[in-house]
C-alpha cells in the first residue's frame, strides 16, 4: 500500500524474511504461515485499524506509538522469540497438547501481534478487550480465505483462540495460559526504545501525569533478543542513562512475571559504561 512508510515497509521486509527462514527450517511442509503474512500485512482494514489506533494514541490521547510500526515491531520480536525457543526444542502450547502445530502456532502469533492494540481505536482503557471484540470478525474473514475448507474448521477456531488470548492478554491485566500468548506481551513490552517515544517528546505539552514512561523510553537505546546463556531466551535492555530503568522494571518486568513463557527467559539490562545486571 502507498500510504505505508518506509520504516513500515522496512520491518514488513523483516518479517517476511525471518517468516520465510522459519519456515523453510520449521514447517517446509506447510506454508499457512507465509500465506498469512502476505495477508496481514496487506489487508486494507488492518491498515486502516492500525492507522487509526496511532491517530487516537498520539493526537488525540498524547500517548506513544500504538499504530502500524509498534504492532510490526511486536510481531517482529514475537516471532524471533519463537523461533529461538523452537531452535532450543521448546514446544508450543499448541505442540504440547497435540491440538496444534508449529506453523499453527506461528500463525496465531502473527495475528495477535499486528491486531493486539486495535482497541485502541476506541481508547486506552480495556483497550485489550476492545481489540478481541474489533479482531474477531477479521480473523475469521483470513482465516477462512487461508483455510477455505470445512475438514480445516477446528484449526481455524484453534489459532483464532490462541490468537484472541493473546491479544486480550497482551497488557497482563487478564491471565493467560499459553506459551504464544505469553510471547505476545513480552514482545510488546520489548518496544520501548527512544524511537517509539520521540513521536510524543516532539510534541510540546506542559509536564503531565505519566511523562516519565515518555522520558525513560527515550533513554533506552536498544532491545535485544537472542538465544540465553543458561535459559533459552536472553533480553537484553541497553540505555543511555538510569531513568530507563523506569521503563524495564515497571513495563516489562510485569509483563514477564505475569506470562506463562516467563521461565524460560533471562533478563538483563546496563546503563551505558556500567555492569551489566540481571534482572530474572
Known amino acids: 500500500m502507498d500510504s505505508k512508510s518506509p520504516k513500515e515497509q522496512t520491518i514488513e521486509r523483516k518479517i517476511i524474511a525471518l517468516v520465510n527462514d522459519m519456515v523453510s ?3 517446509p511442509e506447510d506454508h499457512l ?3 498469512l503474512a ?7 482494514e488492518i491498515q486502516a485499524i492500525q492507522d487509526y489506533a496511532n491517530t487516537v494514541s498520539i493526537s488525540r490521547l498524547g500517548l506513544n506509538d500504538h499504530g502500524p ?5 511486536v510481531c517482529r520480536n514475537a516471532l524471533k522469540m519463537l523461533s529461538i525457543l523452537h531452535e532450543a526444542g521448546v514446544k508450543t502450547s499448541l505442540e504440547q497438547e497435540g491440538a496444534g502445530t508449529f506453523a499453527d502456532s506461528m500463525s496465531a502469533v502473527m495475528i495477535a501481534s499486528l491486531l493486539h492494540d486495535s482497541g485502541m481505536t476506541i481508547g486506552r482503557k480495556d483497550h485489550e478487550f476492545y481489540s478481541g471484540i474489533i479482531s474477531f470478525g477479521i480473523i475469521t474473514r483470513l482465516l477462512n480465505q487461508v483455510l477455505p ?3 480445516d474448521i477446528e484449526r481455524r477456531t484453534i489459532i483464532r483462540s490462541v490468537a484472541i488470548e493473546g491479544i486480550i492478554g497482551h497488557m497482563g491485566s487478564h491471565p493467560i495460559c499459553s506459551i504464544e500468548a505469553g510471547l505476545i506481551l513480552i514482545a510488546d513490552g520489548c518496544d520501548m526504545t527512544k524511537g517509539r517515544a520521540r513521536i510524543t ?3 510540546p505539552s506542559k509536564p503531565a501525569e505519566g511523562d516519565i514512561h515518555e522520558y525513560s523510553a527515550h533513554s533506552i537505546e536498544k532491545v535485544h533478543i537472542s538465544k540465553g546463556e543458561e535459559l533459552p531466551l536472553k533480553i537484553e535492555v541497553l540505555m543511555k542513562s538510569e531513568v530507563g530503568l523506569f521503563q524495564v522494571e515497571e513495563v516489562l518486568i510485569p509483563k514477564l512475571q505475569s506470562s506463562p513463557a516467563k521461565h524460560l527467559i533471562e533478563l538483563y539490562a546496563s546503563v551505558e559504561g556500567e555492569e551489566v545486571k540481571r534482572y530474572i
Do not use: G
Not at 38 to 44: C, H, K, M, V, Y
Not at 69 to 73: C, D, T
Open 201 to 203: 517528546l516532539e510534541i
Open 38 to 44: 502476505d495477508l496481514l500485512l496487506n489487508d486494507a
Open 25 to 27: 527450517r520449521f514447517t
Open 149 to 151: 475448507d470445512d475438514q
Open 69 to 73: 510500526v509498534h504492532m510490526k515491531i
Open 33 to 35: 504461515p507465509l500465506r
